[in-house]
C-alpha cells in the first residue's frame, strides 16, 4: 500500500496544473498551442512540455515519440482525476481546505520573505559593517498637546542648527530627552538593530556624515538628528570588569571616595595581583563579580558609551583598562576577547528572525501590500462585506462559527486585478480560522481576520504575477491536495478497508503472490557438547521439540535451543549447506563452545501465499486494479481530445 501511496504522490506533487482557460482557435491562454483538453479544459503544449522536462531530468534530450506518448498517457490520467476532484468539489471539505491553506501559507511565507525579509536582512548586516556617532534634538510625543506645535519647534530648532549655531547647545534649550546632560543630545555610536525604530535607524543611515536629517517621527516622539562621524564596525567583545558604584546623585565627595578606592584596585593588578580575584574581592557589580567579573558579549550601543569605547579600545586579550567613569561608578575593565563581524551567511538566519520578530517585518509587509493594492487596481464592497458580517454570531467569538451560516452569500467582497474574492470564500477562510484570534467582540475579532486574509490573497497575487515558479508551484497545491484526498478514499483506503473485494482479488490473483522452494528444518543449539550427542540421538528417532527441551531445559537453565520453520534459499547459512537433502547435518562448533546442528524434515515445492502473508502485496496490486478500473471508468466520463499535429511538433 505505501509503495503504491509514494508513487502516485511522487507523480501528482510534481506536476504543475495551470489555470483552467477556455480554447480558442486551438490557442490556450498566451498563444500557446492545445495539445489535448480535458471535458472541453485545455492543456497547452508549453504546460505539457514544462512538466515533462522537469519529471524527466534524465531525458532532457529525449523527445522520442514513445517518450513522450509514456508521459502524455500519465498526464492526461493525472488532468481526469484533477477534473473529477473539481466536480465533487472535494477542495470544500474542511479537511482539504485546511490543507490547501497551510501548504499555501507556508509557501506564501516562503517567497514574500526571500522578495522582503532577505533583502531586508542583507541591508541589515551592510548597515552592520559601519557604525554611526549620532546627536538628536528630540521632542516627546506626551510633552505637547499637538503634534504641529512638536514639529515646528524642531523645525525651529534645526533652522538654528542649519545656520552655524552648536547642536549640543540647542539640544540642551530644546529637547525633551536629558539623558546625557554632560554631552547634550548624544545618542551615541549606532549600528544596524540597535534602536528599536526603523524610522530612526532609516534616518541615521540616510543622513550624510556631517548632515543634518529633516524632522521626522518614530515611536518615541518627534527628532531631528545630526550624524557626526562614522567608523568601522568593532564587532563583538568580552569583558571583565570591576566596579565600584556611585549614587546617581552622588556628591563630589563620595565620587572621590570611589574614584580613591579604585585607584587602590588598580595598583594591585599592575603589581601582579589577577583581575578575576580581583574581582570576586572588590567589585560591586553581584551580576558578575562571582564569575571574575565576566559579563555577556557586547557590541556597539548595548553599554553606556564610556565604558564601550575603554572596553573596544583595549587592543589584546589580558589588556586592562585605567579607571573608567560611568553613571554607574568607576570600572577596570579587562579584555577577554574580541570578534569581528561575522560573514552574511553566519549572521543571516539570526538577522531574519530579528527583523521578523520586530515591528519593521510588519511595516514591510504592509508597505509591500499597499503597493500592490495600487498596481492592481485592489477595490472593496463594503456592503458585502457587513452583509457578510451580519451572518456572525456569539459561536464566532466561541470559534465555532460554520460557514453554513452564510449559505446563499456569494458576493464579491473584493477585486484584485479582476480576481473576485467572494463572501462564500471569506466564509471558508472565517471557519478554518477563527480559532487564531482570542478576542470576544465580533467586529474587532472579524476586522483583524478580515485584514489577515486580504493581505494574503494580495500578496499571493502579486507573487503570481511576478514568479512563475510560484504561481505554479500554488496551483500544484491546489490540483494535488484535492487529488490526494480523491485518491485516499477512491483507491488507497478502498483498497484498505473493502475486505470483501481484496479477498475476491486473492482468489483471482493468488499465484502472483507465490514462495519460492524451502526447506522445512530445524536447528538445534546445544550449549553442553555431551548433551548435544543426546540430543541428536534422540532426533534421529523422531523425539518432538517440546519432548527434547523439557528434558534439559528447566526455568531458571536452557541448554537446548530448537528453531523449526520454513527456510528460503539464502536465509540461513547452516541450512543452505545441507543442499535441501533431507537428514542431519554435521555438527558445527560455535566460538562459545555450543553446538549447531541442523535436521532437514523435507522440501516444500513452490505455493501460493496466504493472504496474511502477503496482505501488503495483494493491497498494493490490488489499488493498481482500482485505478486502473477508475481512470477508464474517467475516460468513459469526460471526454480527451488529442491534438495530434501539435504532438508531432514535439517529436524530434
Known sequence: MKLNVFKTLIFFLSIISFRSLEAQNGKAKGGDDVLFTVNGQPVSKDEFLYVYKKNNPGKETDFSRESLQEYLDLYVNFKLKVTEARAIKIDTTEKVREELQKYGDQLIKSNFDKEVLDPAAKKAYDRLQKERLVYHVMIKSDAVKDSAEAIKKLNDARDRVMKGEDFSKVAAEVSTDTSNKKDPGLVGWVTANQIPDMDFENTVFNTKVGGVSPVFKTKFGYHFLKVTQERPAQGMVTVEHILIKTAKNASAADIAKAKLKIDSIYALLQAGAEFDELAIQYSEDKSSAANGGRIEPFSTGKMVMPFQEAAFALKNPGDYSAPVQ?????????????????????????????????????????????????????????????????????SFVKNNWTMTKATGLN?????????????????????IN??????????????????????QMIIEHDLAERNIDFKRL?????????????????VWSMAAKDSVGLEKYYQEHKNDYMWDERVDASIYTVTDPTVAKEVRKMADKNASDKEIMELYNNDSTTIVTITSNLYLKGQNSNVDKLNKKTGMGEDILNADGSVTFVRVNKVVPPAPKTLKEARGYVISSYQDFLEKKWIEELHQKYPVKIDDAVFNSMVK
Open 326 to 394: 560611568t553613571a554607574f561608578g568607576w570600572h577596570l575593565i579587562k579584555l577577554v576577547e574580541k570578534k569581528p563581524i561575522g560573514t552574511y551567511d553566519e549572521m543571516k538566519d539570526d538577522l531574519k528572525v530579528k527583523i521578523e520578530r520586530s515591528a519593521e517585518y510588519k511595516n514591510l509587509r504592509t508597505q509591500f501590500v499597499e503597493a500592490a493594492k495600487k498596481k492592481y487596481n485592489f477595490s472593496e464592497n463594503t456592503a458585502a462585506v457587513n452583509e457578510f458580517v451580519a451572518t456572525l454570531d456569539s
Open 411 to 431: 458576493k464579491t467582497v473584493f477585486t484584485i486585478d479582476r480576481n473576485n474574492f467572494t463572501q462564500n470564500d471569506l466564509a471558508s477562510y472565517i471557519e
Open 434 to 455: 477563527q480559532r487564531s484570534s482570542r478576542d470576544r467582540d465580533i467586529r474587532t475579532k472579524f476586522d483583524k481576520m478580515y485584514a489577515q486574509i486580504q493581505e
Open 474 to 490: 500554488m496551483q500544484e497545491y491546489r490540483d494535488g491536495i484535492p487529488l490526494f484526498a480523491l485518491l485516499e478514499q477512491k
